[in-house]
Nanobody
Framework: VQLVESGGGLVQAGGSLRLSCAASGRTFSSSAVGWFRQAPGKEREFVAA????????YYADSVKGRFTISRDNTKNTVYLQMNSLTPEDTAVYYCAAGHPACSEYGCYVLDRWLDYWGQGTQVTVSS
């Protein structure tokens, strides 16, 4: 599976962006997908994840209510709609795919279940 993120850019605080993660490979539709981000000088952190079917979604507390993850398996694409952005959301955003060990939030928040990673897309939110 190869993953390519797009949709990043510069936006003012309060604005919105939609990130896309386009995948190639037959196993994508059976893979869960996660979004992680890494800000300068900080460790990579979990943002959101979606099960292979799209029936279950998971969010970090910091983005809950502002970000929405979705997927279209007919297009092999996962989206991250980001609203009400703040400067604290500035980071490189990565999508990744894999098979978590369970369906609980705790199995998604760590990155050990991920087999494939994209190259990342920069999101910068100005104040």
């Amino acid at each position: 599976v190869q993953l390519v993120e797009s949709g990043g850019g510069l936006v003012q605080a309060g604005g919105s962006l939609r990130l896309s993660c386009a995948a190639s490979g037959r196993t994508f539709s059976s893979s869960a997908v996660g979004w992680f981000r890494q800000a300068p000088g900080k460790e990579r952190e979990f943002v959101a994840a979606i099960s292979w079917s799209g029936g279950s979604t998971y969010y970090a507390d910091s983005v809950k209510g502002r970000f929405t993850i979705s997927r279209d398996n007919t297009k092999n694409t996962v989206y991250l709609q980001m609203n009400s952005l703040t400067p604290e959301d500035t980071a490189v955003y990565y999508c990744a795919a894999g098979h978590p060990a369970c369906s609980e939030y705790g199995c998604y928040v760590l990155d050990r279940w991920l087999d494939y990673w994209g190259q990342g897309t920069q999101v910068t939110v100005s104040s």
